[in-house]
């Protein structure tokens, strides 16, 4: 059994990715909702008990309330599409100055399937990039950005870290109110606890600004002007570079000279020149995270699950997107469950996680007494 340890937090987002971006190869409901339960096996089996980790249940509760409004929009302003009519509802088609658009009207079968399928997509999005909040510490995730990045990284990382935080003060004050024998639902509450959520965004925004100037935040050390213009056009040459090569790729007709080859030029310029920007930060890093053979294994498991849903989509297109005119029973492709079979392995090569210390047998006397 591997020791405790944290897992490398890029690790965790490079899974949670790779499973979204499988995500958004299918329209099989079948498959999309496999992925939701793989999510949630590998948070139940690998989530820390920290306030952060209590997110994935918000990003689901998410998820629902994204697929009800897609349906929801195309109830109302959906077109007609398919044969078979479910309820015959009163309509009305506005003139062609306002696009056309159909309000109400009869509800098709259609029609609701593939509002289903596409809703469903991008919830299963939301709930994978939902897992990785969960699963990574957003403090280790900023330490292990490069040091080129690191202005880029605290933006990121303060973003993400919104969600959690959120779902925490939300969950303190409702502690809170139920424990004084008030409600904890209704517009009444929810208005009564917008003034406390907000008032402690704000104090965490000023505590941060001061944590991140005592530590000197945004220090650079000397660069000369010959530096400064070579690291410049190193990093502009390299992305004009790389998005040629990349249209190239997608393009019929473009010159062979202009895809790959340019590509790779063009991101090893990059790298280059966020290479020589790092070495004018003025930075260091406490017990940096390792990186190892689980890291490998997870962050392997998710683009697996895309290679795997890439192969599916090749060899058996129709399992993978489910066709709604005419219904159809969806499928399950063979190499899209081997994927997620797969992508089920951090729920057993990640290390488990630390248990907190406990205190000592005095201590836990004094607070008992």
């Given at each position: 059994?591997?020791?405790?340890?944290?897992?490398?937090?890029?690790?965790?987002?490079?899974?949670?990715?790779?499973?979204?971006?499988?995500?958004?190869?299918?329209?099989?409901?079948?498959?999309?909702?496999?992925?939701?339960?793989?999510?949630?096996?590998?948070?139940?089996?690998?989530?820390?008990?920290?306030?952060?980790?209590?997110?994935?249940?918000?990003?689901?509760?998410?998820?629902?309330?994204?697929?009800?409004?897609?349906?929801?929009?195309?109830?109302?302003?959906?077109?007609?599409?398919?044969?078979?009519?479910?309820?015959?509802?009163?309509?009305?088609?506005?003139?062609?100055?306002?696009?056309?658009?159909?309000?109400?009207?009869?509800?098709?079968?259609?029609?609701?399937?593939?509002?289903?399928?596409?809703?469903?997509?991008?919830?299963?999005?939301?709930?994978?990039?939902?897992?990785?909040?969960?699963?990574?510490?957003?403090?280790?995730?900023?330490k292990s950005v490069?040091?080129?990045?690191?202005?880029?990284?605290?933006?990121?990382?303060?973003?993400?870290?919104?969600?959690?935080?959120?779902?925490?003060?939300?969950?303190?004050?409702?502690?809170?109110?139920?424990?004084?024998?008030?409600?904890?639902?209704?517009?009444?509450?929810?208005?009564?606890?917008?003034?406390?959520?907000?008032?402690?965004?704000?104090?965490?925004?000023?505590?941060?600004?001061?944590?991140?100037?005592?530590?000197?935040?945004?220090?650079?050390?000397?660069?000369?002007?010959?530096?400064?213009?070579?690291?410049?056009?190193?990093?502009?040459?390299?992305?004009?570079?790389?998005?040629?090569?990349?249209?190239?790729?997608?393009?019929?007709?473009?010159?062979?000279?202009?895809?790959?080859?340019?590509?790779?030029?063009?991101?090893?310029?990059?790298?280059?020149?966020?290479v020589l920007a790092?070495?004018?930060?003025?930075?260091?890093?406490?017990?940096?995270?390792?990186?190892?053979?689980?890291?490998?294994?997870?962050?392997?498991?998710?683009?697996?699950?895309?290679?795997?849903?890439?192969?599916?989509s090749l060899v058996?297109?129709?399992?993978?997107?489910?066709?709604?005119?005419?219904?159809?029973?969806?499928?399950?492709?063979?190499?899209?469950?081997?994927?997620?079979?797969?992508?089920?392995?951090?729920?057993?090569?990640?290390?488990?996680?630390?248990?907190?210390?406990?205190?000592?047998?005095?201590?836990?006397?004094?607070?008992?007494?």
């Open positions: 059994m591997p020791d405790a340890r944290w897992l490398h937090p890029g690790a965790w987002w490079v899974w949670a990715l790779g499973m979204a971006a499988a995500a958004s190869r299918t329209t099989n409901p079948l498959l999309l909702l496999l992925l939701i339960a793989v999510a949630a096996i590998v948070v139940q089996a690998r989530r820390p008990e920290e306030p952060w980790g209590r997110s994935f249940g918000f990003f689901v509760r998410l998820g629902i309330i994204v697929i009800v409004v897609r349906v929801a929009i195309q109830l109302l302003f959906g077109a007609a599409v398919g044969t078979t009519r479910l309820v015959d509802l009163p309509g009305v088609t506005l003139p062609v100055w306002m696009a056309g658009v159909r309000l109400g009207g009869d509800v098709m079968l259609e029609a609701l399937l593939m509002a289903l399928y596409d809703g469903l997509r991008l919830a299963t999005i939301l709930i994978c990039i939902g897992a990785a909040n969960s699963l990574a510490s957003p403090t280790r995730l900023l490069p040091a080129a990045l690191y202005e880029l990284g605290v933006s990121v990382v303060v973003a993400l870290t919104f969600a959690p935080q959120l779902v925490s003060d939300i969950d303190r004050l409702r502690t809170a109110r139920r424990l004084r024998g008030r409600r904890t639902t209704g517009l009444r509450a929810i208005g009564s606890a917008a003034i406390p959520v907000l008032e402690g965004a704000l104090e965490r925004s000023v505590t941060l600004a001061a944590a991140m100037d005592s530590r000197g935040y945004g220090r650079r050390g000397p660069l000369s002007a010959s530096q400064r213009r070579t690291t410049s056009a190193l990093l502009l040459g390299g992305l004009v570079a790389a998005a040629i090569g990349m249209f190239a790729l997608v393009g019929s007709g473009s010159p062979a000279v202009l895809g790959l080859p340019l590509l790779l030029l063009g991101a090893a310029a990059a790298i280059g020149a966020l790092g070495r004018t930060r003025v930075r260091t890093r406490y017990r940096p995270d390792p990186w190892s053979l689980p890291e490998w294994c997870v962050a392997g498991s998710g683009v697996a699950v895309v290679a795997a849903f890439t192969i599916g058996d297109p129709v399992g993978m997107q489910t066709p709604f005119d005419p219904p159809t029973w969806p499928g399950l492709p063979l190499p899209a469950l081997a994927g997620m079979a797969i992508a089920l392995l951090p729920a057993v090569a990640a290390p488990p996680l630390p248990q907190p210390a406990s205190a000592p047998a005095h201590v836990r006397e004094e607070v008992a007494a």
